[in-house]
């Protein structure tokens, strides 16, 4: 099991950018594919991106690519999402998840079986 902390999150305008962070315990981390979901008031958990546990693919659903990065260091035990030109419907809590060992970061967008999660950062871009 790995433990998630995100952070980064706030209150921006509509255009604005943000960086969350996710910082991970545990030897293994450079192991597990990574992912960032999000859950808007109302609606259910969806997939945003994901990296492999090498960083060298990502994989973004197509409602935020080119606006959204997904990035890890894994000497920092640290996943990243940057999120630019944010728009009003960005607003979430953004989740930060570890996929388990026999999972892809391709197949973090249709699976989320195993997965370790953190507590989320809350996301609200102001119109």
């Known amino acids: 099991q790995v433990q998630l902390v995100e952070s980064g999150g706030g209150l921006v305008q509509a255009g604005g950018s943000l960086r969350l962070s996710c910082a991970a315990s545990?030897?293994?981390?450079?192991?597990?594919?990574m992912g960032w979901f999000r859950q808007a008031p109302g609606k259910e958990r969806e997939f945003v991106a994901s990296?492999?546990?090498?960083?060298?693919?990502?994989y973004y659903a197509d409602s935020v690519k080119g606006r959204f990065t997904i990035s890890r260091d894994n000497a920092k035990k640290q996943v990243y999402l940057q999120i630019n030109t944010l728009k009003p419907e960005d607003t979430a809590v953004y989740y930060c998840?570890?996929?388990?060992?026999?999972?892809?970061?391709?197949?973090?967008?249709?699976?989320?079986?195993?997965?370790?999660w953190g507590r989320g950062t809350q996301v609200t871009v102001s119109s």
């Open positions: 998840a570890a996929a388990g060992l026999t999972t892809s970061a391709q197949a973090m967008a249709t699976t989320t079986t195993s997965f370790s």
């Open positions: 990296i492999t546990s090498s960083g060298s693919s990502t």
């Open positions: 545990g030897r293994t981390f450079s192991f597990y594919p």
